[in-house]
């Protein structure tokens, strides 16, 4: 048997249906519980996010049930989502529904606008002439 011909060749074991976006967001996760009362409300920290799921973050997991809403914030729409692993504070969660291309290059663009994932270290002040800082005295360059 050839290796292609295998579907659970290594290949394809281990390949995403869609492309992950690394995304630092705060979110919120609602859930309604079955007395249909107001809905619960937990913020979250989105890490990663695709068409298909996400992953995020959260301060505790207890009492948080399966099923929920996920709403990121400075975006409108709300994200209907399945858990598929929880370990600890980090959970991922399936979308029920795919989530559009628009609505995830949306939340991709904010993310880089609102410099989130900016956690680089600083580069030092260039100087522009040596020996001479830029507000110093009698130097031409202010």
């Known amino acids: 048997m050839s290796l292609g011909a295998d579907p659970r060749s290594a290949a394809g074991l281990y390949e995403r249906k869609w492309d992950r976006f690394a995304v630092n967001r705060q979110g919120m996760l609602m859930t309604v ?3 249909l009362a107001a809905p619960k409300m937990r913020s ?3 890490i990663d996010i695709s068409r298909g799921g996400a992953s995020f973050t959260v301060t505790t ?16 729409s709300r994200i209907g989502c399945a858990e598929v692993y929880r370990t600890d504070s980090r959970i991922g969660v399936q979308f029920i529904q795919e989530i559009g291309e628009e609505l995830l290059h949306s939340i991709v663009r904010s993310d880089y606008f609102t410099g989130a994932g900016q956690g680089r270290a600083k580069k030092e002040e260039r100087r522009y002439i040596a020996g001479v ?3 110093g005295v009698g130097s031409a360059i202010t």
């Open 61 to 76: 997991t207890i009492g948080l049930p399966l099923h929920y809403y996920l709403s990121i914030v400075g975006i409108a």
């Open 44 to 46: 979250c920290r989105l």
């Open 133 to 135: 800082e830029r507000r």
């Open 33 to 35: 519980g079955l007395d």
